[in-house]
């Protein structure tokens, strides 16, 4: 039983965020340096070759962006707690000034009359950890667990919903597999272990956490609607679902490992890796799931590599998976993703079905390229992003159809509130539903965020 998640009759809506997305200030307060900064520092790593040193700028604006927030009308703000903020030196001495920062936006959220929700870990490991080995260590599952309750027991008086991971398949398998995210590896079938350990992670946090009290320990999963091409081998795209989907959902929701997985994945086998006891605390740990949806996954047959290529750069993610090329139809975003509102619909039933958890669509939202700000006599600054407004619109009526047939969401949180630093595309990728000026950080909500607040508000 969750406690203090969203129940009303309605679905609560909410905008997101996250630490190294906006906050800035890498340097201030004693805050350590995490793997996206010495990641950024990696010529090409970034495709504007720029990092999150400034970003928004919200660890000063902050009361700008919650006033943002409130105006718009939402209920919720998911915001993430940069780790290395909190403990430099990623298991050692606590940085009052780190927690400070949160009391300040939890505080100034509260007075606004919004429900601050917190993400534990949003991708920013303290560079310190990757140092002795990162997620392919076990160590670093009980560091994580040990900050969460740091956290949680600074926060947890005033934040009473908290996730452990973002997208725990990017941290993992962008991270140490196709390396195209912080920490850069590409270390292969090892990823898997990072799998574990984060999951690992997940599980000691949420039984700590849940004997101090907290009823509403949730994990945020990037799942998603595969969707196999007819030509595709079936044992491929098995591979793809086993390594995106249930590679988290297995260990949650049955304590195990499924076969088809363990054929993709051998090292999950390990007596070594998974120790006696690990699945079993995983299974049933969380109280809701966060869903992050933007677009289905369709594996097609690999077009044949050049001559002398072994690789297929498409398929690094999912390490131990036959090559696969990823279909993506029309229409698309910016930043290349296919629309399908409907994957979003069947996503949400069909976890609802595999986990009976309540659920929140933690992130859903697009990108297109809106930058042109307008001054317009009379009225003020105007950015037009027709596109998203109606990506919006038919995201949140899946959501609304996938609660009719009969899936428990309380939720719907756009992402993102703010135009930011868009990992490993730098500020070249809009999802804001407010503009942010790269020259001055000044912040102008878009059509689509006037759209949304006209819904919200009535
Ligand atoms: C998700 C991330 C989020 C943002 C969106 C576009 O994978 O959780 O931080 O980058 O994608």
Not at 227 to 248: C, L, M, Q, Y
Request: charged content about 25%; hydrophobic content about 40%.
């Amino acid at each position: 039983m969750t406690l203090h998640l969203p129940a009303g009759p309605a679905l609560s809506f909410g905008a997101a965020s996250a630490s190294y997305q906006i906050e800035g200030a890498i340097a201030e307060d004693g805050r350590g340096p995490s793997i996206w900064d010495t990641f950024t520092q990696v010529p090409g790593a970034t495709k504007d070759g720029k990092d999150g040193s400034l970003a928004c700028d919200s660890y000063h604006r902050y009361r700008e962006d919650v006033d943002l927030v409130a105006e718009l009308g939402a209920d919720l703000y998911r915001f993430s707690v940069a780790w290395p903020r909190v403990i430099p030196t990623g298991d050692g001495a606590v940085e009052p000034r780190g927690l400070a920062y949160y009391d300040r936006l939890v505080d100034a959220l509260l007075e606004r009359g919004v429900t601050p929700t917190g993400t534990f870990y949003h991708w920013d490991l303290p560079q310190i950890l990757e140092d002795r080995g990162g997620w392919l260590v076990r160590d670093t599952a009980y560091a994580f667990a040990d900050y969460a309750m740091v956290v949680h027991e600074h926060l947890g008086d005033r934040v009473k919903v908290w996730a452990t991971h973002n997208e725990p398949w990017c941290a993992a398998y962008l991270g140490y597999a196709a390396g195209i995210h912080a920490p850069g590896r590409r270390e292969g079938g090892d990823a898997h272990r990072a799998a574990h350990h984060l999951l690992l992670g997940h599980g000691l946090a949420a039984e700590r956490l849940h004997a101090a009290g907290c009823q509403d320990v949730g994990i945020v999963l990037n799942l998603a609607p595969v969707w196999p091409e007819a030509e595709v081998d079936p044992a491929a795209a098995d591979g793809i679902d086993a390594i995106r989907n249930r590679v988290w959902l297995g260990p949650l929701v049955d304590g195990a490992y499924d076969a088809g997985l363990l054929r993709v994945a051998p090292v999950l086998a390990e007596a070594d890796l998974v120790r006696p006891g690990d699945l079993d605390l995983i299974r049933g740990s969380a109280d809701w799931m966060g869903v992050n949806y933007y677009t289905p996954v369709r594996p097609g047959p690999a077009q044949p590599t050049p001559a002398g290529e072994t690789r297929h750069p498409e398929t690094d993610a999912y390490p131990g998976v036959e090559p696969v090329t990823f279909v993506v139809r029309e229409p698309r975003t910016d930043i290349g993703w296919e629309v399908d509102a409907y994957g979003l619909e069947e996503l949400l039933l069909d976890t609802h079905k595999r986990t009976g958890l309540p659920l929140m669509v933690t992130e859903n939202g697009a990108a297109y390229d809106d930058a042109l700000v307008v001054e317009v006599p009379g009225v003020g600054r105007i950015v037009q992003d027709e596109d998203r407004r109606s990506y919006l619109e038919t995201h949140i009526a899946a959501t609304e159809r996938a609660r009719e047939a009969g899936a428990d969401v309380r939720g719907y949180i756009v992402w993102t509130l703010l135009d930011n630093f868009e990992w490993a595309e730098g500020y070249t990728k809009y999802f804001g539903i407010v503009h942010v000026d790269p020259q001055n950080q000044q912040r102008t909500p878009k059509a689509s965020y006037r759209w949304l607040q006209e819904r919200l508000r009535g």
